[in-house]
């Protein structure tokens, strides 16, 4: 009988060590296929591409990137469409951010690359002609490829006051604000981080870190935990027992990122308005949104929320999307360039400073009521 259980127990035993060293084996073989997975998961990740802004922009801890003062770069976008960077870091000529000239009404013009003027020159960016169409007007350049609306306000709360101006226009498009959570573009850049949280608009990312170099991989903040609590067998069955480790910066939806957006819109107005200064924020229309149907609708719906905002607040607000659709309703492709972003060309440039202009001459006071000259 002893010798019956004692058998017994060695097959038992064996049984319970085969049964070990298979979950062993598991686990070594689980291990080895992470790491594997890791490494394909690494070679997939994006490459940092090269931005054109990256020849005149130097690295800002606290913006992420901004402007060399001084830069000048010759046919930067092509023949006769030069780049002209000022002392202050503004794009234009370089006495343009100098003392405001006695009797000029100085608009500065706040925003992203369609601001700055991508792809066209100095004379042809939307604040120059501006500037052009009434010669009472000084309108300075404060555009920035590439910028969130967050970073457009941060940069207007760190360098806006010295401008000391009349009226501030801040031109966006709705990418300004998808960014808004990004960490990084897609040429390695980093940014600062926005969110909403008890009510309240905070940054965090900062100080930003420098851009991965071009050619290198782009891993986003937290990767790696990310990637451990989706591949990992043993923290996927923690998870049915415990709450997984989250990404505290989660992709969020597009309604949460209009929160955010208007949050920030709130500051800049209240920066504004401490500086006695009118805001006017300008919603302009990519070239897609004209174009496509789903695009198209989710500006109009984006529109609508900023609208109603700007009205609850007594900030002006202009919609572009109407003129640029009836000014070419069947070719709106004129008023942007055959590039990879669709920037505005000079046409398109031209027509936001016609109605920017003709909006503040009806909406800001102070603002000249001449015209002057059409720019050539």
């Not at 979950?23 to 790491?35: D, I, K, P, T």
């Not at 991989?217 to 989250?246: N, Q, T």
Request: aromatic share 8%.
């Amino acid at each position: 009988m002893a010798a019956s259980i004692g058998w017994k127990k060695r097959i038992l035993f064996s049984a319970l060590a085969t049964a070990l060293g298979l979950c062993l084996l598991e686990g070594a073989c689980s291990f080895a296929w992470l790491v594997a997975d890791y490494v394909r998961h690494r070679q997939s990740l994006p490459i940092a591409t090269q931005f054109k802004e990256e020849f005149h922009t130097v690295h800002d801890p606290e913006l992420g990137w901004a402007h060399v003062p001084g830069k000048q770069i010759g046919d930067f976008y092509g023949p006769g469409r030069h780049l002209t960077i000022n002392r202050d870091g503004l794009r234009g000529r370089e006495d343009d951010a100098d003392g405001k000239p006695p009797g000029r009404f100085r608009v500065l013009c706040l925003g992203d690359s369609f601001t700055l003027g991508y792809g066209v020159d100095d004379r042809a960016t939307y604040p120059a002609q501006l500037q052009a169409l009434r010669p009472q007007v000084q309108a300075l350049n404060m555009g920035q490829g590439g910028y969130s609306i967050g970073q457009c306000y941060l940069w207007y709360r760190r360098d806006g006051q010295k401008f000391n101006a009349d009226c501030v226009v801040f031109a966006l498009i709705l990418d300004d604000i998808w960014r808004l959570t990004h960490s990084r573009l897609i040429n390695g850049a980093a940014m600062p981080v926005f969110e909403q949280r008890d009510g309240r608009l905070r940054v965090s990312g900062q100080p930003v870190p420098k851009k991965v170099a071009t050619g290198r991989r782009i891993a986003e903040p937290g990767a790696l935990p990310r990637f451990l609590v989706e591949h990992s067998a043993l923290l996927r069955a923690l998870g049915c027992v415990i709450d997984p480790m989250k990404e505290k910066s989660a992709q969020r939806n597009r309604d949460d990122l209009v929160m955010v957006a208007l949050a920030v819109l709130r500051e800049l107005h209240r920066e504004a308005s401490a500086r006695q200064t009118p805001l006017v924020v300008v919603l302009m229309p990519e070239l897609r949104e004209l174009v496509d149907p789903t695009s198209a609708q989710t500006y109009r719906v984006v529109a609508r929320v900023l609208k109603g905002f700007c009205a609850s607040r007594g900030i002006a607000f202009l919609d572009l999307s109407d003129a640029l659709a009836q000014a070419a309703p069947t070719d709106p492709g004129r008023f942007y360039l055959p590039e990879h972003w669709h920037h505005f060309s000079e046409a398109g440039n031209r027509l936001v400073a016609e109605h920017v202009d003709a909006y503040l001459a009806s909406h800001v006071p102070g603002y000249p009521d001449s015209p002057g000259p059409h720019p050539d």
